[in-house]
């Protein structure tokens, strides 16, 4: 079984605090996601990486920035946290089949409060 | 960005009761995911679907591949109150690593 984990369920930072997330899959995935939930807009993808030191930024990426400096572990930063950054992050990896099938799996999800 | 049309956006349904929901869009998908995220947790994946025209079960859950490319839909027959949580729809455009998501269906369940 795919397995991703998220380095922490629940985090609370104040303003102005750099926030690192970390993500870890174990299946050898060449693609990972960092998104954010927040209620009545659905997953928004924040950025991704196809590959170790590659990043492309998604639909939200003011404000984060990553880091994947091995192929099993992808991190999101908050430079700055601001309260608007409360929310529900997700990471997620996939294999990449260069547009052949391909299946995301998400972790479990970080529920930070910026206070 | 770009989202799916996914319907019903929330369903209360007696216990034994079947359940269907779907996801529309104007573009063409070649992968149509459907996930369950319960509270506080992240989504799971249920079924995924490759080929158009593709029927897939697992367990209680069927889903399908449209014919078109453009939909997808999936059943829940004989619901139970562990059914409750949300589901969502995601698709993956040829070329693309990116998923588009639907904004889920709540699923509730009386028992």
């Known amino acids: 079984d795919v397995k991703v984990t998220q380095s922490s369920r629940y985090l609370v930072k104040r303003t102005g605090e750099k926030v690192f997330l970390e993500c870890v899959q174990d299946?050898?995935?060449?693609?990972m996601f960092w998104y954010r939930q927040d209620p009545g807009l659905g997953l928004r993808l924040i950025y991704f990486?196809?590959?170790?030191?590659?990043?492309e930024k998604g639909d939200i990426p003011e404000g984060y920035s990553v880091s994947r400096e091995k192929k099993e572990r992808f991190s999101l930063i908050l430079e700055s946290a601001s309260t608007n950054q409360t929310s529900m992050y997700l990471c997620?990896?996939?294999?990449?089949?260069?547009?052949?099938?391909?299946?995301?799996?998400f972790g479990p999800g970080t529920r930070l409060t910026v206070l | 960005g770009q989202q799916l049309n996914q319907s019903p956006q929330s369903m209360f349904i007696q216990e034994g009761e079947d359940v269907s929901m779907n996801c529309t869009s104007s573009?063409?998908?070649?992968?149509w995911l459907w996930y369950k995220q319960d509270p506080g947790e992240g989504p799971v994946l249920l079924i995924a679907?490759?080929?158009?025209?593709e029927l897939t079960s697992n367990g209680r859950l069927t889903a399908q591949f449209g014919i078109t490319r453009k939909d997808s839909f999936l059943n829940i027959s004989a619901s139970i109150p562990s059914d409750v949580g949300i589901y969502f729809c995601?698709?993956?455009?040829?070329?693309?690593?990116?998923?588009?998501f639907g904004k889920g269906t709540k699923l509730t369940v009386n028992p």
């Open positions: 997620a990896s996939s294999l990449s089949l260069a547009g052949g099938p391909d299946t995301q799996y």
């Open positions: 299946m050898d995935h060449e693609n």
């Open positions: 990486s196809y590959d170790v030191k590659m990043k």
């Open positions: 573009s063409i998908f070649n992968t």
């Open positions: 679907l490759y080929k158009a025209g």
């Open positions: 995601a698709g993956l455009q040829g070329g693309s690593e990116k998923l588009v």
